[in-house]
């Protein structure tokens, strides 16, 4: 079974401009959790998306947001990025039984760097 | 959640126990103790979990004390491989998909 994917794995972008991550999870998976991954700050929950819904809501500015598509891939949005919004961007999908365990599989992450 | 407290580093000896632990007192009764794990440079990975008693599956133990106020990660023999960050973090479960992790615990395992 193939794991979750993203892509981009790098990109360069400079300030100001916008970013689109992209975010494939494990077949079956509805569930599509980000987060952003950041020396001073680690790993910190962005949102989390459930039949194209976001369903949680982690504390960033505006500038950050997603969307869920009917097949469950998730894609993320920066937009005028800042110098600070560098970082390892960590995508996760969960199988969302119902249950009270819910199992997180990790991507690889997309590393951003903005100059 | 639950605010979680980990050492910041441990060494542990190729082929030893490496046992990690974690305070989480203001963890509350419907809170489960989650263990992640991130190798360097890669995704976080799951390892275990547990709500009240201990658990144990392929990749480690999970011991959790009766008032639930701390819990220790048992790797029962720890590789190389196993060097990592382990965060321990405290998750309702259900529809509540948001992990907080901490800073975790960087465990070297040395040959």
Redesign the interface.
Known sequence: KAGVTQTPRYLIKTRGQQVTLSCSPISGHRSVSWYQQTPGQGLQFLFEYFSETQRNKGNFPGRFSGRQFSNSRSEMNVSTLELGDSALYLCASSLNTGSAYNEQFFGPGTRLTVL | DAKTTQPTSMDCAEGRAANLPCNHSTISG?E?VYWYR?IHS?????II?GLKNNETNEMASLIITEDRKSSTLILPHATLRDTAVY?CIG??????????????TLLTVNP
């Open positions: 419907n489960y991130q890669q995704g976080p990975q799951y979990h965060y998750n309702s479960g259900g529809s509540n998909y948001k992990l907080t992790f901490g800073k975790g």
